[in-house]
Nanobody, 116 residues
Framework: QVQLVESGGGLVQAGGSLRLSCAAS????????MGWFRQAPGKEREVVAA????????YYADSVKGRFTISRDAAKNTVYLQMNSLKPEDTAVYYC?????????WGQGTQVTVSS
């Protein structure tokens, strides 16, 4: 079992930055591939960024490439999402995800609102 707790969301003006954090507890953090997803009102949840267990590879949705950076700190059992040059269309609830094989764990989500 893995517990995930997100933090760092909030209200920011377009062009601003936020850093989301996801603290993991439970089983070995380094065993899990980690990701950030988001869900805007009336839309399906979509993947934003992902990082491998070793942090050797990352993935970004086209909509955030060049603006968002995912990273992980094994010593702190934490994964981060640095979001720069935020746009109103980035407004959503952001969820942290931990994946190991068929096992998937989710955090409770943190709201990010970008005003124009």
């Amino acid at each position: 079992q893995v517990q995930l707790v997100e933090s760092g969301g909030g209200l920011v003006q377009a062009g601003g930055s936020l850093r989301l954090s996801c603290a993991a507890s439970g089983r070995t953090f380094s065993s899990y591939a980690m990701g950030w997803f988001r869900q805007a009102p009336g839309k399906e949840r979509e993947v934003v960024a992902a990082i491998s267990r070793s942090a050797g590879s990352t993935y970004y949705a086209d909509s955030v490439k060049g603006r968002f950076t995912i990273s992980r700190d094994a010593a702190k059992n934490t994964v981060y999402l640095q979001m720069n040059s935020l746009k109103p269309e980035d407004t959503a609830v952001y969820y942290c995800n931990a994946r190991f094989g068929l096992l998937n764990y989710w955090g409770q989500g943190t709201q990010v609102t970008v005003s124009s």
